[in-house]
């Protein structure tokens, strides 16, 4: 049988199924990588943007953030082809969830293309379906009471010089995402080694599974008796313990998985 045929068998007889994405999954989006070659921490100090440094020296961590912020997301990104085929598995009940160390929300922009929804709203409660393990760059929240807003206006905001930007109840805005030196969001990643521990079927996409706890998630479900799935370029260290491994372009393997899904 064709590995993907396997696979698509798995997640059809999977009471469970979950996939995991990394930054291969955006690339063909255009959207820049942090590490690796002409990645953005090639360009920044990595140092610049800790935790400690945000609660040190807002105002400087704000202004080196915005020059970080354009080299990101100075341009526009659509979700791909391998975004949509996974909001589309999601909604179609073949995916619990789609956990993602990705901080660009293109995820939650397919999942609300393919339901025909606006964006979400950015205080609503996460609703199980896309877990960003390591927050969204495009939004903020405050500091103190922990409400979030787009981020957009208020990237302007301190763009005309209100450093750092706050919030109406004169908290300090932080960038949606785990800073270094920051507490992970401890329910997020509980919520998603659950899944991985539950899965009968695992994929990981996009990632090359060396950054944690995003990396051990795979091995976890595959320990836990779930077929694992892993589509990257480049090799992992989890690729023995999978059962399929696809060294391709995810923007045409999850539409193939995707349709094989459709097709029984
Ligand atoms: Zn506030």
């Known amino acids: 049988m064709d590995d993907l045929e396997t696979l698509a068998g798995a997640i059809r007889s999977a009471d469970t199924a979950a996939a995991l994405t990394g930054a291969g999954i955006s690339a063909p989006s255009g959207v820049p ?3 690796g070659d002409d ?3 090639e360009h920044f100090d990595e140092g610049q943007f800790t ?3 945000f609660r040190r020296d807002p105002e400087g961590f704000w202004e080196d953030r915005l020059d970080l912020q354009e080299a990101m997301f100075g341009e ?3 979700p791909n082809a391998a975004h949509e085929a996974l909001a589309a598995m ?3 009940g073949h995916l619990e969830a789609v956990l993602t160390q990705n901080t660009d929300g293109l ?3 397919a999942a609300a293309a393919v339901r025909g929804d606006e964006p979400g709203d950015p205080n609503a409660k996460a609703d199980g379906t896309v877990l960003e393990l390591h927050g ?3 939004r903020v929240r405050c500091a103190d009471c922990g409400r979030r807003r787009e981020g957009d206006p208020i990237f302007e905001r301190a763009a005309d010089g209100e450093l750092p930007p706050t919030c109406d109840c004169g908290g300090v805005y932080k960038p949606d995402v785990v800073l270094f030196g920051e507490r992970l969001p401890g329910a997020v990643i509980q919520r998603a080694q659950s899944l ?3 899965s009968d079927a695992f994929l990981a996409i996009g990632s090359s599974l060396v950054v944690e706890p995003a990396a051990s998630l795979p091995r976890v479900a595959a320990r836990n008796g779930a077929t694992v799935g892993i589509v990257n370029l480049e090799s992992t260290p989890c690729d023995d313990d999978a059962d399929v491994v696809r060294r391709e372009d995810v923007t045409e393997v999850l539409p193939e998985l995707r349709g094989l899904l459709e097709s029984k």
Do not use: K
Request: proline residues 0%.
């Open 76 to 78: 526009e990104y659509e």
């Open 107 to 109: 995820h939650r922009d």
């Open 136 to 138: 969204n760059a495009r």
């Open 90 to 92: 999601e909604r179609d």
């Open 196 to 198: 991985a521990r539950e």
């Open 51 to 53: 935790y400690g440094r």
């Open 39 to 41: 990645g953005v921490w």
């Open 33 to 35: 990588t942090f590490r």
